[in-house]
């Protein structure tokens, strides 16, 4: 029973990091690209969702680090067990965790000390986040490669996906005018990101599983290849977008942006889920090759 409870909790937890890391560093991204065409009511809301979700992402990666010691003494009571608690400080699951949370608390000093070297404290933030997540799992497979490789996926990925609550904010914004042109842009930028993200995840993938037959003969596989699907929707609905809803925007301003709105909305359930994948993929699952 109680290691049931953990399989379970690990892999809600690391979706939890996933959503707030890609949502955190994807708004930063996107407000580095575009910021000269927000509004001041855009750019308080970008400025509030990266407070929000590094608050959010700093109490995540706080309960992560509990979960450390409660994983190595194998039932829940163990995460306020302080001799399990100072144990975490030296493994590398528990260093990824003050990683991470210390990203969190660097970006959220950025936001609430904006005249004391913001950029500095947002890129030291970011840094610390990316690697948290490359001293621990899959990534270590091969060293430095496998590093770099998900480190570009991530970025890649948060530019992607941590665009959908901006975009749709300026979507439901009536007074907000420059939503055509960061559209626009948005779309070349992400031609780039995306083909960087697809190589990047093609190869990883395949390090991971070996071979095609891994994809179909494997629980891991299958979820894998369920992954892939997911993503394959993802890109053709935004393919739609670039191509027929952006462009509709110069038609019918007002319901090109109702439309464009429901499209990022069913991108974010689609990505949600992708997430959730992912989440079990590193948290509960053995690959093929047996890692």
């Known amino acids: 029973m109680i290691f049931d409870v953990w ?16 949502t955190t560093i994807g708004t930063i991204l996107f407000s580095l690209h ?29 309960l992560v680090f509990l979960s450390v010691a409660g994983n190595l003494g194998g039932d829940f009571q163990s995460v306020i067990d302080i001799s399990l608690i100072m144990l975490s400080f030296e493994t590398l699951s528990g260093k ?22 913001p950029v500095l404290f947002k890129t030291l933030g970011i840094l610390s ?7 621990i799992g899959h990534s270590t497979l091969k060293g430095i490669s496998t590093q770099t490789l998900l480190i570009l996926h991530i970025i890649c990925i948060s530019f992607w996906l941590g665009s959908f609550l901006p975009l749709r904010y300026m979507c439901i914004n009536k007074n907000f005018r420059n939503l055509i042109v960061i559209s626009e842009k948005f779309g070349f ?73 429901k499209s990022i909305e069913i991108e974010g359930i689609i990505s949600l889920i ?18």
């Open 96 to 117: 990824s965790a003050i990683l991470l949370t210390t990203g969190f608390i660097l970006i959220i000093f950025s936001i609430l000390n904006d005249k004391f070297f």
């Open 189 to 261: 930028y992400a031609i780039f990101y995306v083909a960087i993200l697809v190589i990047v995840g093609l190869v990883f993938s395949y390090i991971l599983v070996g071979n095609i037959d891994g994809l179909f003969s494997t629980i891991y596989g299958n979820i894998l290849l369920l992954k892939f699907i997911l993503v394959s929707i993802l890109l053709s609905i935004g393919a739609l977008n670039k191509l027929r809803l952006v462009p509709y925007l110069k038609i019918d301003y007002q319901v090109g942006k109702y439309k464009l709105k």
């Open 7 to 22: 399989t379970i909790l690990n892999p809600i937890l690391r979706t939890f990091i996933y959503f707030s890391v890609l």
């Open 274 to 291: 992708i997430l959730i994948l992912t989440s079990i993929l590193t948290t509960s699952l053995p690959t093929p090759m047996g890692i």
């Open 34 to 62: 575009f910021s000269n065409f927000f509004d001041n009511i855009v750019k308080v809301y970008c400025q509030n969702l990266i407070k929000k979700f590094s608050i959010f992402g700093l109490f995540i990666g706080l």
């Open 129 to 135: 986040i990316l690697f948290s997540f490359v001293i």
